[in-house]
C-alpha cells in the first residue's frame, strides 16, 4: 500500500485434525479470501496444516506425506498472488520434525522458520513430537524448490525500506527473551506469530497484554494468529484469537470463538520514524538473511480508525481515566511550583476555555497544598470586545468555585496607550495586541505587589499556531496547559462538569460559548471576532500537530489521513487550504516557542524548546506547502 501502510490479516481456518487434504482445501480458500480483499501480509495459526493436535500422529509416515502434498498444492495456489503468505507446518528437516513457519509468495517458498520454544509443562507435550529450532540453520528442499531454513530470516519489501517482517511462533512470545527481540534489533518493523494458545480463564487478557507491550517496546507492529476450536476438545479448547497490535496499541481483534479474518493497516513508515526519533535501537550482531519479496505501493484502502481527535482517546471510559490523569499532571506539578516559590497563584479568567481549565487546575492545586483559596487571586479584565455572555461566564464561575474576583477594565488604559504611540484607533493587530499586552502587564504587576505567580493559560494548539499576542497571553510565570491541545482543552472542561454537579451548568455555558480572543468590539454585547472563522477549525489543527509534528509524515499522507477521518464534514480543498494555513503559521511562529514559560509536558508533544521542540525561526515551511500539492 501507499504511504507506508501495509494491509496485514490474521486468519483461523476451520481445521480437520490430521486431514491435510481436507485443511489445503481451506487455506486455499482464505489465501484466495484474502487477494480479494488486498491483503499483502497473511498469517495462519501453528500447525494450521494438520492442526495443532494431531498427538502421536505427528510422527506418522502417512502424516509426512500429505504435508508435502499439501505444501506443494498451497505453493501453487500463491501463484498470482499479492500476499506474502506465512502458514504453520510441520517440517521434516534432516530426520527430525520441526513445528515451522513456511513462508509463501507468488509461488516460490521464501523461507522455514522453526519454532524455538517447545512447552513441555502443564498440558503441553511439545518436546515429545519436536526438536527445537534454535541455532539449526542449512537448506532445505521443499516443493521442489531449495529454501532456506533458519530462525535468523528478514523477508525485505523490494520497494519500501520500511517494511521488514520477521517471525516467531507462539511459546516463542512467552519466554524471558523472545525471537522478536533480536529480529526487531535487526531491523523488522512488523513481527508475526503464529500460535496455538489454548484458552483458559484470564489467559486472553494475559496474551493481550504480552502482545501490546511487545509492540510497544519494540517499535512494531504485531499480527498474532491463533488456533480455533475445531482442534482436539479432549483436553483443551482454543478460542481462535487474533490480534494485530502497533506501538503498543492495539488496533484489530476479534472476539473470542470467531472464526475468519481480522483485517487492518500496520503504518511501517511510522514506526520506522519513531525508531529514528528514538534511537535507541542498537544493530543485532547475528546476521540474518534478508530475502526480498514484492509489495504493492499504489492501492490504498484503509480499514483501520482514523479518529477526528488523536489528542482524545474514543473509548469513553478510557476519556474519563485521562482526563483525571492529565489534571492530576497540571495540577500536582502547580502545586509544587508555588509551593517552592512560596507565592500564591495569579490568573486571568476571560470566561474562555483556557482560563477556565487553567482556573481549575488552580483549584486542584490549593488543595493539594491544603491552602485557603480565597488567596487565589483571580483577575477578570474586561475590555472593547469583552461580550455579555463572557463576562457573565466569568461572575458565575467565581461565584460557584468559591473565589474572589477582581474586575479591572482595560478601556481606559489602551485608549490612552494607543494614543501615547499616535496609532490612528484602526482595529488592526496593533489594536488587539495592546490589549492582550495590557492584561499581561496588569497580571505582572499584581504579581509583583502582592507576592505572586502568574499562571498562563495559552494552549498547545495556540502555541503551535501562533495564535497569542508575543509578549501577552503568550508570557507567563508558569504555563499550566502548554502541552494541552485546544481538542483535549474541551474534554476536561467537559470532564469537570460531569464530575462536579456545582460546576456543570456555568462550564457547559463556557463549553458552548464560540472561541474568540475578544479584541475587536462586541456588537450589543454579542462575541464579534470569532477565531475558527479567522485561522480554521481547532479540530483540523490539532489533528495536522498530530500527524505532521509528531510523528514527522509528509503533508500529502496527513491530507488522505484527514480525507478519511473527517469525510462527510470537510471536503478536500477545504482540508487542503487548513492544511496550508497550520504550515505557514507553524514555521511562521517559531520565535514564539523559543521563549516558552515552563509548563510540565502531558502528552506525546510538546512544543517546548527545553522539551521535544527545537527548531530554527529562520526555517523555511517551502518544501512542505509544495509537497501538500
Sequence with gaps: MKYGFVKVAAVTPNVVVADSSANTIEIIKL?????????????????????????????????????????????????????????????????????????????????????????????????????????????????????????????????????????????????????????????????????????????????????????????????????????????????????????GEIISENNLFEKGFTISEIDAQRLSYERRRLNVFENNSRKYTIIKFDFDKTSIDLTRHISQFPFVPYNLESVSARAELVLQMQSVALANRLKLTKLDAVIGISGGLDSTLALLVVMRSYKILDWDKRNIIAVTMPGPGTSKQTMKNVLKLASNLGVKIRKISINDAVVNHL??????????????????????????????????????TSDLSENALGWCTYNGDHISMYAVNSSIPKTLVKYLVSYEANRVINYKNVLTDILNTEISPELIPSQNGNITQLTENIIGPYELHDFFLYYTVRFGQQLDKTLMLAEKAFK?????????????????????????????????????????????????????????????K
Excluded at 33 to 60: D, H, I, K, M, R
Excluded at 434 to 446: S, T
Aim: glycine letters at 6%.
Design 419 to 456: 494614543a501615547d504611540i499616535s496609532h490612528k484607533g484602526t482595529k488592526d493587530v496593533t489594536y488587539e495586541n495592546a490589549q492582550a499586552r495590557e492584561r499581561m502587564q496588569i497580571l505582572m504587576d499584581i504579581a509583583n505587589a502582592e507576592n505572586g505567580l502568574v499562571v498562563g
Design 568 to 628: 462527510g464534514k470537510y471536503n478536500k480543498d477545504a482540508i487542503t487550504k487548513y492544511l496550508k494555513i497550520f504550515i505557514k503559521r507553524f514555521f511562521a511562529n517559531q520565535f514564539k516557542r523559543n521563549c516558552m514559560p515552563d509548563g510540565i509536558k502531558v502528552g506525546t508533544i510538546s512544543l517546548s524548546p527545553r522539551g521535544d521542540w527545537r527548531m530554527a525561526t529562520e526555517s523555511s515551511a517551502k518544501e512542505w506547502l509544495e509537497s501538500i
Design 31 to 247: 489465501i484466495n479470501q484474502a487477494n480479494n480483499y488486498g491483503v499483502e501480509v497473511l498469517v495462519f495459526p501453528e500447525l494450521s496444516v494438520t492442526g495443532y493436535t494431531c498427538g502421536e500422529l505427528f510422527l506418522s509416515n502417512v502424516l509426512k506425506h500429505s504435508v508435502n502434498s499439501s505444501l506443494n498444492k498451497i505453493c501453487k495456489a500463491s501463484i498470482g498472488k499479492r500476499s506474502i503468505i506465512f502458514l504453520g507446518s510441520p517440517i521434516w528437516y534432516e530426520s527430525k520434525l520441526y513445528s515451522c513457519v513456511v513462508v509463501f509468495q507468488n509461488g516460490k517458498i521464501l523461507g522455514i522458520i522453526p519454532k524455538t520454544a517447545l512447552p513441555t509443562y502443564s498440558e503441553f507435550y511439545e518436546l515429545r513430537y519436536f526438536t527445537s529450532g534454535k541455532n539449526v540453520s542449512g537448506l532445505i528442499n521443499l516443493c521442489g524448490q531449495t529454501s532456506l531454513f533458519s530462525t535468523d530470516i528478514l523477508f525485505s519489501a523490494k520497494n519500501d525500506d520500511n517494511v521488514k517482517i520477521a517471525a516467531e511462533i507462539c511459546e516463542d512470545m512467552f519466554i524471558v527473551y523472545p525471537p522478536s527481540n533480536r529480529h526487531a534489533q535487526a531491523g523488522a518493523t512488523i513481527i508475526v506469530n503464529l500460535s496455538a494458545s489454548n484458552e483458559l480463564v484470564g489467559k486472553s487478557d494475559y496474551r493481550k497484554t504480552l502482545i501490546k507491550s511487545q509492540s510497544g517496546r519494540l517499535l512494531c507492529g504485531y499480527v498474532y494468529a491463533s488456533a480455533g476450536s475445531d482442534e482436539s476438545v479432549s483436553d483443551m479448547i482454543f478460542s481462535a484469537h487474533r490480534i494485530i497490535a502497533e506501538n
